[in-house]
T-cell receptor, first 113, second 114 residues
Framework: GDSVTQMEGPVTLSEEAFLTINCTYT??????LFWYVQYPGEGLQLLLK?????DKGSNKGFEATYRKETTSFHLEKGSVQVSDSAVYFC????????????FGGGTRLMVKP | DTAVSQTPKYLVTQMGNDKSIKCEQN?????MYWYKQDSKKFLKIMFS???????INETVPNRFSPKSPDKAHLNLHINSLELGDSAVYFC?????????????FGQGTRLTVV
């Protein structure tokens, strides 16, 4: 079945450091790919998305490129802020199961001033 | 206006009780979901429901049942609560597009079974 694998956290960075959170997937066909973010005590919010190979999703300084050849969708940000501290989830819809989102295990990011 | 709202936000109850969590969405979406997030933040899909189809994750115990009085609501009923049911439960909704299925999430309900 479809699955998503993320690097385990926590990832601890200093403010203004470069961020990469790896995400790889296994799926039938070429599904849309998503990154969701969960701030402390809140629900999940869509951070960015890509619908086809080579698409680059971007939002709030974060970027991720849909790489069909490596089945990856790594999240990057050039300069993190303390306010970026959260848990990040990579996800894809399972088209064989009502488009339910399958999530990776989540990666906690902690940014220190 | 909150797009997807859940109540209650916190729920503490004893083992063996029956409880419900309510979810409402005002986005006009036709599909709603329930997810369970454990203490390690791992998210597991429980149900997907629209007016045509209920899809149940086969690992979900039959003590859990979704009930949808109308398209905008999907409530979660849990019978005979167990300690292991303690988790944060998230409701979500989406519009079926066939290509892009962006889901909108509620704030979560933290269930603690004692």
């Amino acid at each position: 079945g479809d699955s998503v694998t993320q690097m385990e956290g926590p990832v601890t960075l200093s403010e203004e450091a470069f961020l990469t959170i790896n995400c790889t997937y296994t799926a039938t066909g070429y599904p849309s790919l998503f990154w969701y973010v969960q701030y402390p005590g809140e629900g999940l919010q869509l951070l960015l998305k890509a619908t086809k190979a080579d698409d680059k999703g971007s939002n709030k300084g974060f970027e991720a490129t849909y790489r069909k050849e490596t089945t990856s969708f790594h999240l990057e940000k050039g300069s993190v802020q303390v306010s970026d501290s959260a848990v990040y989830f990579c996800a894809l819809p399972n088209n064989n199961a009502g488009n339910m989102l399958t999530f990776g295990g989540g990666t906690r990011l902690m940014v220190k001033p | 206006d909150t797009a997807v709202s859940q109540t209650p936000k916190y729920l503490v109850t004893q083992m063996g009780n029956d409880k419900s969590i309510k979810c409402e969405q005002n986005l006009g979406h036709d599909t709603m979901y329930w997810y369970k997030q454990d203490s390690k933040k791992f998210l597991k899909i429980m149900f997907s429901y629209n007016n045509k189809e209920l899809i149940i994750n086969e690992t979900v115990p039959n003590r859990f049942s979704p009930k949808s009085p109308d398209k905008a609501h999907l409530n979660l009923h849990i019978n005979s609560l167990e300690l292991g049911d303690s988790a944060v439960y998230f409701c979500a909704s989406s519009r079926q597009t066939g290509v892009l299925t962006e889901a909108f999430f509620g704030q979560g309900t933290r269930l603690t079974v004692v």
